[in-house]
């Protein structure tokens, strides 16, 4: 009797997305739309104007970093209308910093439970690690993980993009080693081009 107490008690405190089946079961899958070996790098800026998932670059050129998730439940069926806030990126060593819902789905699920990432990030900082897809809070876990890497204007990643971040990227544009971090024109090299997007991230905050 008193293992059937405990039970029904623990039953009451899962939280509804154990009951929809989502998360533990990962009969779920994330896709990105360029499907080569290669990482593709985003500049994110914390108002929303960096690049959007379809125009990511590679070293040589631009590529399509579009994330499609395919959500299913543990019976392996589509759900349908999951809410897109409770789905979001991030990365795996928690250098892409964003903004509240910065990083969401830009829809709900659609019907046969599938949404995307195509808009630009609400985000800052820098990260090569792995993008992961949060569902409910927990990682996807059917896949390692998306070759996706970030960097931004807000360098220092405290979501503004100000003249506490300029002394950071003057020190990669000068430096001998390079840094990623302000590679913001993806190519390889932190030049003019980068400048270019560093002054045109000024005054960025969060909305
Ligand atoms: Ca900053
Ligand atoms: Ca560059």
């Known amino acids: ?15 509804a ?3 929809a089946g989502i998360g533990p079961c990962d009969f779920s899958t994330a ?8 990482t593709l790098v985003m500049m994110v800026v914390p108002d929303g104007s960096g690049s959007s998932f ?12 579009t994330v499609t998730l395919t959500l299913l439940d543990c019976n392996g069926v589509a759900v349908a209308n ?4 409770d789905l979001w990126l991030e990365c795996a060593d928690g250098g892409l910093v964003f903004c509240v819902g910065g990083s969401i789905a830009d829809a709900n699920s659609d019907p046969n439970g599938i949404t995307h990432w195509a808009s630009p990030l609400l985000a800052g900082g820098s ?12 990682p996807l876990s059917s896949g390692p993980g ?14 503004i993009v100000n003249l506490t971040d300029v002394p950071l990227f003057a020190a990669d544009f000068y430096g001998s080693v390079y840094e990623f971090r302000s590679d913001f024109h993806y190519d390889g090299s932190v030049n003019l081009s980068d400048v270019v ?6 005054g960025s905050s969060c909305p």
């Not at 990260?127 to 992961?132: D, E, G, I």
């Open 82 to 85: 999951f809410p897109a806030e």
């Open 146 to 159: 998306l070759a996706i890497a970030y960097n931004s204007p807000d360098i220092n990643g405290d979501r």
């Open 1 to 15: 009797m008193k293992f059937l107490i405990t039970l029904s008690m623990i039953l009451v405190l899962l939280p």
């Open 54 to 65: 379809s125009n990511a670059r590679m070293m040589h050129g631009e590529a399509d970093a």
């Open 31 to 38: 896709e990105r739309a360029y499907t080569g070996a290669e």
């Open 127 to 138: 990260s090569q690690a792995l993008t992961v897809v949060m569902i409910n809070g927990a």
């Open 17 to 19: 997305s154990v009951w």
């Open 197 to 202: 997007q560093m002054a045109q991230g000024l």
